[in-house]
Every structure is written in structure tokens, then in C-alpha cells.
């Protein structure tokens, strides 16, 4: 039968939760992200892996989840909007993007983040064209880009502001001791 | 009272409030059509037609049938429904019958446990097609002896004619004439999230509930009752979250009955969510125009008449509710004049049937191929005259004392900042120290080329693609803790409404606009509304919310003056609370004023009737406030490779009062980079079989982050009479930018006597006119000397 194949178990690690399901080889990840474990903050926008929104880390790198089968992703790490951060905790780059309003109707705004997350990963303090150049792969529709890389630039900020807090506090601590 | 109020204000109308709508969007939280899912829920796979024209032989689908997880299947014989065009005479059936007129129209609906399932069973239906030779031009279709796409109709479906008084002799008296063709091709509007529906038998009312990423919740409620035959009541429409919409999601289409009419067969939800390629061939398409224009001024540059003869394809159908070829060329014909004092206009409209798909709604609709048009026309005066575009423009530009100004298609354009806009413009990115440079870099092998598009935009028009409602409604509804419930018959999405129609709310009611939740998009809680299109929600439903929310607060103050034994005219109603004037310790809070009106009737004043809940309807003194502005933008071409950069980017932007200006500009920012892709790269190609070759977003192309420069940007306020002074924008980008960027190309290519008269241009493009570039050169005014592409 066209397309058929045995289902076998297949376990996931998706934001630090482990699920077991029955999948079919041909099952991509993007789908089982959303169907099969209710995930649904990410979005699937092309079906060709042009326009990104579908965009989860898998063991910190930036994948596209269309482009993956689930079966792929057994044994590694999958991070996506939902693992990112809550009200009350939120990521930086959601902190950046809703000062900057880098998102609009938000369809494309949680695989955007989670490209930003691992651009940020690979650059500390990223320039404007570090930025714009990491986030090609991502489409936005409704904002022109500029907000999101004010955003992404935004949230660099704040990590390195929360370090160089937190290297402060550690000296201070040490301080206390001594 | 009014003015003691208005000195506390504004406290949210005008400010940058982030937006209430982000926390769920930046969480993984918000619900967009597919997320929705009911158990038992059957998908839809679509067997659309191959052949751009073909009688339809046979379908097979019985092998479908018997494929696992397949709970039914439909061909034309099993569903009667045509969408109704009766002003053409045409209809078409929601699954092909007999005849396909485009690749991409539904001829088989498959229903399946998965959409996996359905799509097995789909690649088992065999149809047999007898093809048929495709109209695929405008100018082919305009031939009496081309085959008729609708055997019994023409296929000139829409004509018009219109010409001022005097037009033949101001146009043969003129001094110098010059003719251009401009041509634009197919797009369509790529919202990320793409097209669906769902519909749900509900069991506890007996009434289809229908889940559908749309502009118009009303709008869209009306259409599938009429198709369906069944009465508004029986039908409730949720919009949920939508993930971009830009005109498309305007449109009725022919796979909402079949999902509706499917559900109710089955008594079981049934959804379906178009792939992107499905989008690229079925959502509306728009533009695909051709103008064919004439034009007269005089030594000056001062234009005297301009004759436009505006061609338009409709596709195959005219689209429900909204034709778009008539839609772009009626409005276009009419706005052709723009920001000029131009006296005389002639026009000839033709919008034809071809065998591509329907062209419905996109953004900006009539806007970027009329700012084509007459932003070409003033370059291509100035290039004939020798004089520098900007010396043309303020030739032609109304001035202030202009307004009310009657434009020579006969609409009344409100007051506006059209001069003081180009000027504004060429101040941010320094005109004059970039034509200095120019001269530079040109020396140097440099082509970087500026281009100019001052602009009008027609917005909170009585009839748009959002139907022909002309006013807005608002519930607002205080609870008795003093919280606001809000609800609109809008239908955003991305706008950011339940933040500024909430801004406009919280300062009437003198409460935090935290406070405020503002409820959209379900007809069963939002009142009849036109919903969102046309750059109509901020103008006519921000005025609702403001009719609304100022009756809720005058019952307020009256109840405060009640309780507070004061003269109403002394009471100050802000930061939550009443007060007396000047005795602040003499208040109540509004939740004790809430509390007083639902549940403590008695200490209400003789008359005041119980609760704090009122419904307003908003609709504008005038039929049209028009918006204005003037974008520039600077590429670069690179000659060798024919590569086009843009590399600056500037706007001046007149929406009357702002309410949000972060939003305002986030709309600037997105319109813009619309304008750059549709000017530069995107184009739905057919191929002279009628198949569309661009089927997914590597064929067709969105700009991305290397294609958009930051775009800098300056406010200017002109009130409109619109209550709270709002003028409409979220057209006006789109409007204005192609047009800009393709003057910018022409600009950069001047030594090569381009003028550039088709979007996009392409880096192909680019290198053929550099390869032509032969001794032609602009030499006399009166002759076309330099190329047409």
C-alpha cells in the first residue's frame, strides 16, 4: 500500500519531557510535535522548508521540524516555543520581541525565536549583518524584519546584561567570604 | 465635562502600549486554525485540476473510496452548490463539473481519519481530461475571436468608460504627449499561515459551527448561509487566531461548503488546511494589469491630462464576494490622479476571463499598480524634460490651501500633508546630498538610483474588499469589578486590535488598559460588523470603540454624580476612579461604581437603568478619509550580475491621530516589504499550457532579511473628521513602495536610458537592458526614445 509502513515505538525528548509513541517511519517530526503531543506553538508554513516557522532546536541547533523525520529525532534534545519560557519566566528573546513588537500576527514568531535562540548561541554580542544573515532562513510576512532584528539584538542585550549581573553577584559573593 | 476629561488625556491613545495579544503569541500558547482539534475530526485532501482548460472526460474515484481511513468521497455529482455571481452570469460549481477553467480548481474532496489518508487515497483518482486551448492573456482575451472561457459569456466580463469635460482639447492643446505601457504581473498575498476551515455539528444547539481563518466573520457567516441555504442563526463563525491575512483571507471560496456541507452529511467535524502549494494555486490572485497610458503636459512639467486604458484579468471566476480585477482597475482609474492637480483624466477599463485562477484581494489592491502609473508618468516627464523628478512633483503636488480638493475622477480628497510629506521625505534621506554623491559613484561604475512615490490612500471606504458595511459596531461592557469586556466585529489579524481598540477604551473609561479585554471575530459575541479590510478597523472601529466606550462613560459620571451628591460637570472620572474636582478624597473606585449598577439597583439615580453594558454603532461623516505620504527608496544595481539592492529606505507617513505608533510603524515596516517583493521579486508565472510554475516559495519568492533595509520613518498628523481624528493605513506601505523602488531602478539605470514599466524587475531583466544598452537616448519630449520593457 502506497506509503504504508510498520509503526514501531519511538521516544522523544521534547523540552525535557520524554513521550513513547507508536509512529511511522515516513512521520515528520513537525507533525508529531503537533498531533501527537499537542505542541502546537510550532507552525508549519511551506511544506518545502523555505519559510522556517516550523523551526525547533535539536541538541541546541536550529532545525527545521518539516524537514525531519520524528523517528530522526529519537535520542536527542527538542526544544521548542513551549520549552523556550512561561509568563512570569520568559526567555529573553520573548522578552525582545514583545518590547521591539517583532511579531505581528506571530504565525512565523515562535520558529523565528528559536532561530534567534540558536543564532544567539553561536554569537554573544551579534552585529546587525551576523543577525540579518542568521535569520535568512526564517520568512516573515508582516513585519519587514526590522523589529525582529531589533529583537534578536534586544535579547542579546539582556543575556549579557544578565551574565555580567550574575559574574557581579558571584563576585560579590566571594567577597563576602573572604 | 468633555473638556475637563480631555485634559487627563491621552494617557494610552497615542502611546507605545505593547501589545495584550504577545503574551500568548510568544508562548506557544495562542490557538490558529490547525492547532483546533476535536476528537473524531476527519481531514480533507483536494484532487484539483492539472489542465489550465479541459472538459472533464471522466473521474474516477472509487479506488479512493476503498482506501483505508477513507469515510467519504465527492465529485461534482455529489454536491450541487455553485458559488453565484449574479451580475455575470456566472457560477462556479465548489467541485468542477463537466469543465475545468484552471489549474488548481477543486475537482474531487476526499475525507479521511488523517490528512495523511486522504492524501493515499487522492493519488488514486483518475481524471480524464480533453483539453481545450487556454486564455491566458488579457490582450488575447480582448480578441472577439478568442474562445470564450464561459461558452455563453464574453469574455470581456467588465467595461467602463470615463472622461472629464474638455479632456480632448486640453489633451491636443498640450504642448508635449507622451505614451508608456505598464505592466504588472500575477502575485498573491503568502500570509504564512494558509488558508482552512473547519466545521463542527454541535450537538448541545443543534448549529454547524464554523472554525475559518478569515477577515470577515460576518461577512464570511453571510456568504456560506446564502450558499447553503440555511438561516444566519443556525451557523456560528469563530475566527481564531489568524496568521496573516492581506486581502486573501477576504475571499469566499469554494472549499468553506464543501467542508460545511460535509460536516453536516457526516454530523462530524470535518477540516481542512490548505498546503502552501494549494495557496499558490487556489487563494486568490491579484494585480496581473496592464495600462496602457497617454499623457499631456506642458514646458514645465505640469501635468495637463492623462488617458488610461486599464486591463484587467479576472482569472477564471469572478471571486466571491470581491472581484479583484474590477476592484483593482475601478478604484485605480479613479485614484490615477494621486497627490497631482491633474485636470483631465480619461479612462477605458477591461477586465477579461482567462484560464488562470481568480484574482480576489491583496493588500493595497488598486494601489501599487495606480502608484505605478502615475509615479511613472511624473518620471517619465521629468527624464523627457531634463528636469529633476522632485522639480516635477512639486509642480504638480496639491497644496494645502488645495483642500478640500475634487479630484477630476470626482472624489473629495480631506486635507492632507501631501507637499509637506515629499518634502519631509527628501529631508530624511538628503536628496540633494545623494544626488551629489551620485554623480560620484556613477563616475566610479556605481549604479545606486533614487525613486520617489508620494502617495494617497483611499481608507475607511463605505464599500471595500470587507463588504459594503459602512459603519463599525462595539459592545463594551463594565463588570461589576469594574474590569471591561469589549467585542467587535473585527476580524484582525496581526493588527494588534484587542491592544488599540482597548487603548481607546481604557482612556474613555479612565481605567488601566490592562483592564480592557477586547473580543473579536466570534458571531456569537462580537455585534454585526464589517470586519477587517480596506484600512478601515483603526478609522470606523476605533470610532465605534470610542462611541461606545463614551456612552458607557457618561452613564458612569452620571452615576458618580448620583452617589457623590456632586454636579456631574464636576466629575473626574481617571486612574480608576471618580472623583470630585478638586476634592480628591470625595471618590469611588469604578468597581464600586460597577458594584452600585448591577447589584445595589436601589441607590441608582431615578431613571438610570441597572448594569453597564451599551452597544454603538460608528459610522464616519465621511465615505472616504484619505491617508498620505511619501516613501523614497535607494537601491543599487549591479550591472554585472543584474543583481537590485535596496539599500535605504525612507517613508513620511500622514494617518491623521495616531493611536499606537509602534503598531503604525510595524504596519509601515511589513507594507514596505511587501511593496519590495512585489517590486523586485515576486511573480506567479503560467506557462503557456496555463500551469502555474511557481508552486512553493523556491518558484515563488518572499523577501527575507537580506532583502529589506530598515526603513526610517516620520509621522505627520492631519486629523481626519473621523471621530478621534483616525485616518486608515494599513494599505498605504504597499501602495507606495513598489512604486518607489522600481522609480529607484529606473533612477540607477538612467545612463542606460531605462525606464522601467513591468514588476518585478528581475535580475534577467536588468542585464538585458544593459546588453541592449544601445545609442538610444532621451533626446526629445515628445517621442518614446527610451525602453519599455
Given at each position: 500500500m502506497a506509503g504504508k509502513a510498520l509503526k514501531r515505538m519511538v521516544k522523544l525528548d521534547v523540552n525535557g519531557t520524554c513521550y513513547e509513541r507508536e509512529l511511522e517511519p515516513r512521520d515528520l517530526l513537525v507533525h508529531v510535535l503537533r498531533d501527537e503531543l499537542g505542541l502546537t506553538g510550532t507552525h508549519i508554513g511551506c511544506d518545502t522548508s523555505q519559510c522556517g516557522a516550523c523551526t525547533v532546536l535539536v541538541d541546541g541547533e536550529a532545525v527545521k521540524s518539516c524537514t525531519m523525520l520524528a523517528v530522526q529525532a529519537e535520542g536527542c534534545s527538542v526544544t521548542t516555543v513551549e520549552g523556550l519560557?512561561?509568563?512570569?519566566?520568559?526567555h529573553p528573546i520573548q522578552e525582545g520581541f514583545w518590547e521591539e513588537h517583532g511579531l505581528q500576527c506571530g504565525f512565523c514568531t515562535p520558529g523565528v525565536m528559536m532561530a534567534a535562540v540558536g543564532l544567539l548561541a553561536q554569537y554573544r554580542e551579534p552585529t546587525e549583518e551576523q543577525i540579518r544573515e542568521g535569520l535568512e532562513g526564517v520568512m516573515c510576512r508582516?513585519?519587514?524584519?526590522q523589529n525582529i532584528v531589533r529583537a534578536v539584538a534586544n535579547a542579546a542585550e539582556r543575556i549579557k546584561a544578565t551574565e555580567s549581573a550574575e559574574i557581579q553577584a558571584a563576585v560579590a559573593h566571594v567577597g563576602e567570604r573572604s | 465635562m468633555t473638556v475637563r476629561f480631555e485634559q487627563s488625556k491621552p494617557q494610552f491613545t497615542g502611546a507605545r502600549v505593547e501589545r495584550a495579544e504577545d503574551a500568548r503569541l510568544l508562548t506557544g500558547r495562542a490557538r490558529y486554525l490547525d492547532d483546533l482539534d476535536f476528537p473524531g475530526t476527519l481531514e480533507v485532501a483536494f484532487v484539483r485540476s492539472t489542465h489550465a482548460a479541459a472538459k472533464l472526460v471522466s473521474v474516477h474515484a472509487e479506488a479512493a473510496s476503498r482506501m483505508p481511513g477513507v469515510r467519504m468521497v465527492w465529485t461534482a455529482a455529489d454536491i450541487h452548490v455553485t458559488l453565484d455571481s449574479p451580475e455575470f452570469g456566472v457560477n462556479q460549481p465548489v467541485l468542477a463539473k463537466d469543465?475545468?477553467?484552471?489549474?488548481?480548481?477543486?475537482?474531487v474532496a476526499i475525507f479521511a481519519d488523517s490528512r495523511y489518508a486522504a492524501e493515499d487515497a487522492a493519488d488514486t483518482v483518475e481524471v480524464t481530461y480533453a483539453d481545450l486551448p487556454p486564455v491566458l492573456h488579457i490582450r488575447e482575451a480582448l480578441q472577439a475571436e478568442t474562445r470564450r472561457?464561459?461558452?455563453?459569456?464574453?469574455?470581456?466580463?467588465y467595461h467602463q468608460e470615463y472622461q472629464t469635460d474638455g479632456f480632448e482639447e486640453a489633451f491636443g492643446n498640450a504642448l508635449h504627449h507622451l505614451s508608456a505601457t505598464f505592466t504588472l504581473h500575477r502575485q498573491t498575498a503568502v500570509p504564512m499561515e494558509t488558508r482552512g476551515c473547519m466545521a463542527a455539528p454541535d450537538g448541545a444547539t443543534n448549529r454547524l459551527h464554523v472554525y475559518v481563518s478569515h477577515q470577515s466573520p460576518h461577512g464570511f457567516r453571510a456568504d456560506l448561509c446564502k450558499f447553503l441555504g440555511v438561516?444566519?442563526?443556525a451557523v456560528r463563525v469563530i475566527v481564531p487566531?489568524?496568521?496573516?491575512?492581506?486581502?486573501?483571507?477576504a475571499m469566499f471560496y469554494p472549499e468553506y461548503v464543501v467542508v460545511a456541507l460535509a460536516a453536516l452529511r457526516l454530523r462530524r467535524p470535518v477540516k481542512w488546511i490548505a498546503d502552501r502549494s494549494e495557496c499558490l494555486l487556489a487563494d486568490c490572485h491579484a494585480r496581473d494589469g496592464i495600462h496602457d497610458v497617454d499623457v499631456a503636459f506642458d514646458g514645465d512639467g505640469r501635468i495637463l491630462a492623462l488617458r488610461d486604458h486599464l486591463m484587467g484579468d479576472s482569472g477564471a471566476y469572478p471571486a466571491v464576494p470581491f472581484c479583484g480585477s474590477i476592484g483593482e482597475t475601478s478604484l485605480a482609474a479613479r485614484m490615477l490622479t494621486g497627490p497631482y492637480k491633474i485636470p483631465h483624466l480619461s479612462f477605458t477599463i477591461d477586465c477579461t476571463y482567462s484560464n488562470k485562477a481568480p484574482l480576489g484581494a491583496y493588500r493595497g489592491v488598486w494601489g501599487p499598480p495606480a502608484s505605478f502609473v502615475q509615479e511613472g508618468v511624473v518620471d517619465r516627464v521629468a527624464r523627457a524634460l531634463h528636469k529633476d523628478p522632485v522639480a516635477v512633483r512639486r509642480i504638480n503636488l496639491l497644496q494645502p490651501e488645495d483642500f478640500p480638493y475634487r479630484t477630476a475622477s470626482g472624489f473629495v480628497y480631506d486635507p492632507g500633508s501631501y507637499a509637506e510629506s515629499l518634502e519631509t521625505a527628501l529631508e530624511l534621506v538628503d536628496y540633494d546630498g545623494f544626488r551629489k554623491r551620485q554623480r560620484e559613484d556613477r563616475s566610479r561604475g556605481v549604479y545606486r538610483g533614487i525613486g520617489i512615490s508620494v502617495f494617497v490612500e483611499p481608507t475607511a471606504m463605505a464599500a471595500s474588499e470587507a463588504g459594503d458595511i459602512p459603519y463599525e459596531a462595539a459592545t463594551v461592557r463594565m463588570e461589576p469589578t469594574g474590569t471591561v469586556t469589549a467585542a467587535l466585529g473585527l476580524g484582525p489579524s496581526g493588527q494588534g486590535h484587542e491592544t488599540t481598540m482597548a487603548q481607546l477604551i481604557a482612556d474613555e473609561l479612565g481605567v488601566d488598559v490592562r483592564d480592557v479585554v477586547v473580543l473579536h471575530g466570534d458571531t456569537d459575541s462580537a455585534p454585526y460588523g464589517g470586519g477587517t479590510g480596506g484600512s478601515r478597523s483603526g478609522t470606523i472601529g476605533g470610532g465605534a470603540a470610542l462611541t461606545a466606550g463614551r456612552k458607557l462613560r457618561d452613564k458612569l459620571l452620571a452615576l458618580a454624580a448620583h452617589l457623590l451628591e456632586a454636579d456631574v460637570a464636576d466629575i473626574e472620572l481617571k486612574d480608576g476612579a471618580a472623583h470630585v474636582a478638586g476634592v480628591p478624597a470625595q471618590r469611588l473606585t469604578v468597581q464600586q461604581l460597577a458594584t452600585a449598577a448591577y447589584t445595589d439597583v436601589n441607590r441608582l439615580p431615578e431613571g438610570m437603568k441597572p448594569g453597564l453594558e451599551v452597544m454603538a454603532r460608528y459610522q464616519p461623516t465621511r465615505p472616504i478619509t484619505f491617508s498620505n505620504g511619501t516613501h523614497i527608496a535607494v537601491v543599487d544595481v549591479d550591472v554585472a550580475t543584474g543583481q537590485i539592492q535596496t539599500v535605504d529606505y525612507v517613508v513620511a507617513n500622514d494617518c491623521g491621530v495616531l493611536i499606537n505608533p509602534t503598531i503604525v510603524e510595524g504596519q509601515i515596516h511589513g507594507g514596505v516589504a511587501q511593496g519590495i517583493g512585489e517590486a523586485l521579486l515576486e511573480e506567479l508565472k503560467y506557462d503557456t499550457e496555463g500551469q502555474l510554475t511557481t508552486v512553493s516559495l523556491s518558484d515563488y519568492l518572499l523577501p527575507t532579511t537580506h532583502d529589506i533595509p530598515n526603513i526610517r520613518i516620520r509621522h505627520l498628523v492631519t486629523p481626519s473628521e473621523s471621530k478621534g481624528g483616525f485616518k486608515g493605513m494599513g494599505e498605504g506601505s504597499l501602495i507606495a513602495a513598489p512604486a518607489a523602488v522600481v522609480a529607484a531602478v529606473s533612477d540607477a539605470l538612467e545612463p542606460f536610458g531605462v525606464m522601467v514599466s513591468s514588476m518585478p524587475v528581475t535580475p534577467d531583466q536588468v542585464l538585458e537592458w544593459i546588453d541592449a544598452d544601445q545609442e538610444k537616448k532621451v533626446d526629445s519630449v515628445d517621442s518614446k526614445v527610451y525602453f519599455e520593457n
Open positions: 519560557g512561561k509568563m512570569g519566566a520568559l508582516c513585519t519587514g524584519y | 469543465e475545468v477553467r484552471y489549474v488548481g480548481e477543486p475537482v472561457v464561459h461558452a455563453e459569456r464574453p469574455n470581456v466580463m438561516p444566519e442563526h487566531e489568524v496568521g496573516g491575512a492581506f486581502g486573501i483571507k
